[in-house]
């Protein structure tokens, strides 16, 4: 059959179920899988995708994508980006999934953010595909979150966080050196964010570590979330993050930012049985005022961070408190 031209067939559903073997490996797969029927309606998910989300295993089930695990936001911003990629306009609904999928017949991988429960975002890349019938119609789409070949294992590992994927400080050394060059030939501005989530020693005490690694890899999630693709956020150590902005305009910029940082991080976020309240001390710097050179810039964020109480969270530059949250 022709793919450019399958449609999704609303009366193969039995195509959707799974098998006890299918049952077996979707449980045992590490990453996010979804199954979605032809009305865009989530007909199974995965252990750990539902973990991930906050969701029991059968609470999304026959719950439309759209507005549920992705907001209809997303859906619009990637109906724009297609429309422009394909000649043709594209309608923002759960469809886009397979747009490129249904236009010439392979698995498309895209950046998506899926939504939690409690409505935090979980950026996630995802490998859409086809699930067809013994006719070859197609009667739904898989997404699945791809896993990281194993020869791209040890390079990943000496660049990437293992637990938040996130680049390392190698990273930012690397990238921050070019970023400074280019800012003091343009005249542009670069900032630096040291990030640290107020309590995270003592709330790994009372949930336990594997609770505190869910809260890093939320807080990675979050951070990748509200910053731009041309910005860089790394782990440092425990519960501390850094950010890198770049070619900003004015230093205002870099305190709005910081802002909206530290009040997506104070969102609480669920952890199995329990709702964890965050709070996030952000320091910000930036050039020239504060240094030209990376190191310089991470110690002048440090002293920015000493100006903030412990248990409040809030924004502060090394010259003032910018938002102290009570």
């Known amino acids: ?3 450019q031209h399958a449609t999704l067939d609303p009366q193969s559903h039995t195509w959707l ?4 073997v299918q049952q077996l490996l979707l449980d045992a797969y590490p990453g996010v899988v979804l199954g979605v029927d032809a009305q865009s309606r989530i007909r199974w998910i995965n252990p750990v995708a539902a973990e ?4 029991g295993r059968d609470e999304l089930a026959g719950k439309p994508i759209a507005g549920s695990l992705i907001a209809l936001e997303e859906l619009e911003a990637r109906a724009v980006e297609l429309s422009a990629i394909l000649g043709e306009h594209v309608v923002a609904d759960a469809g886009v999934l397979g747009t490129a999928l249904r236009r010439d017949g392979v698995a498309s991988e895209h950046d998506w953010v899926l939504r939690h429960k409690d409505g935090s975002p979980h950026p996630t890349r995802l490998n859409v595909g086809a699930l067809r019938d ?3 119609q197609v009667t739904g789409l898989i997404a699945v979150e791809p896993l990281h070949r194993s020869e791209e294992s040890p390079l990943r590992l000496t660049h990437h966080d293992s637990l938040t994927g996130l680049p390392t400080r190698a990273v930012l050394q690397d990238r921050a050196e070019m970023a400074l060059l280019r800012a003091a030939r343009q005249k542009s501005v670069l900032a630096i964010m040291l990030i640290e989530i107020d309590g995270f020693d003592a709330l790994c005490d009372q949930y336990g570590h594997t609770v ?10 979050r ?10 956020a790394v782990r440092l150590d425990r519960g501390q993050f850094a950010a890198m902005l770049v070619d900003l305009h004015h230093a205002d910029e870099a305190q709005r930012v910081a802002a909206k940082v530290a009040s997506a991080l104070a969102a609480p976020i669920n952890v199995g049985v329990a709702r964890v309240a965050l709070a996030a001390r952000v320091g910000v710097v930036w050039t020239p005022q504060h240094g030209n050179q990376l190191l310089p810039l991470l110690q002048a964020a440090e002293a920015a961070l000493a100006k903030l109480p412990a248990g409040q969270g809030g924004v502060a530059t090394p010259d003032v408190v910018v938002d102290r949250r009570a």
């Open 223 to 232: 951070l990748h979330f509200e910053l731009r693709k041309t910005d860089t």
């Open 134 to 136: 013994g006719r070859g």
């Open 17 to 20: 179920e799974l098998g006890e």
């Open 1 to 3: 059959m022709d793919s």
């Open 212 to 221: 505190g690694d869910d809260v890093l890899r939320a807080t990675a999630g």
């Open 52 to 55: 991930r989300l906050g969701y």
